[in-house]
């Protein structure tokens, strides 16, 4: 079984097609995204179009939510440009659209050759909560025996994360659409799984980023979210969903 794993592609949708392009070279059965399927970018219809298309498995991410759900929008806007492009991502997404972010569960789960495999964006409770992967291996077996998987898939931090323990498999694939990593592109990973095995290939392709970059400030919508798309960082004030 060979799976590919992205996240947070956050209205990019030349940054997806860029992954899906490089993953299907590769030889992937199927696709999952752990959500964030919005925010931040230009294109959120287009980008839904693809993903919907392409027949990939998704989980709600914190974006979404707020898209989706009136309860999930923040009673105050938080410090940044996350709700300023919220409510521009409001006005523009098509009503077909909002309705298939509300049909996304906060988790989901696949069985595998190697387990049982559980993806969700920040956290298997909500999305807007970061579950923290980066912890000891007695924890991370902890953590996985809790939820009753061998391998566990979270996004939410934009920054790609793989550690194998006696117990399992824990990664995070990165971001598709708002790398944060220091380097601009596409991240994504590719899961080779056989029987009580998984290797796992992190990559990052590239796209046309400064095409990218032109449509978010032709929408009038932040220039340090272009500036981000086209150097893989933002500045500390600006919290990715």
């Known amino acids: 079984m060979i799976l ?7 209205a990019n949708v030349l940054a997806l097609e860029a992954a899906v392009s490089a993953m299907r070279q590769r030889g992937v059965d199927s696709i999952i995204c752990l959500g ?3 925010g931040y970018g230009p294109s959120p219809n287009e980008t839904l ?5 392409e027949g990939i498995m998704c989980c709600l991410g914190a974006a979404d939510e707020r898209i989706a759900f009136d309860f999930a929008r923040a009673r105050k806007p938080r410090i940044g440009v996350a709700d300023q492009i919220l409510e521009w991502t409001r006005e523009v997404i098509e009503p077909r659209h909002v309705e298939f972010l509300r049909t996304l569960p906060v988790q989901r789960r696949l ?3 190697a387990g049982r495999l559980r993806f969700f964006h920040g956290s298997p409770d909500t999305p807007g909560e970061r579950l923290n992967l980066n912890q000891d291996p007695i924890s991370l077996a902890q953590l996985l025996e809790r939820h009753r998987c061998a391998i566990m898939v979270a996004g939410a931090t934009h920054v790609p994360f793989y550690r194998q323990v006696q117990a399992g498999w824990v990664l995070n694939p990165g971001s598709v659409g708002l790398a944060l990593n220091g380097e601009p592109g596409a991240d994504y990973a590719v899961l080779n799984i056989s029987e009580g095995h998984v290797d796992v290939q992190m990559d990052k392709v590239e796209y046309d980023f400064a095409a990218v970059a032109f449509d978010i400030i032709a929408w009038g919508l932040p220039r340090m979210v272009a500036d981000a798309v086209q150097y893989g960082r933002m500045p500390e004030t600006t919290e990715p969903d």
Do not use: E, F
């Open 4 to 10: 590919g794993v992205i996240s947070d592609v956050h």
């Open 49 to 53: 179009d693809l993903i919907r298309a």
């Open 111 to 113: 069985n595998t050759p």
């Open 36 to 38: 964030d399927l919005v």
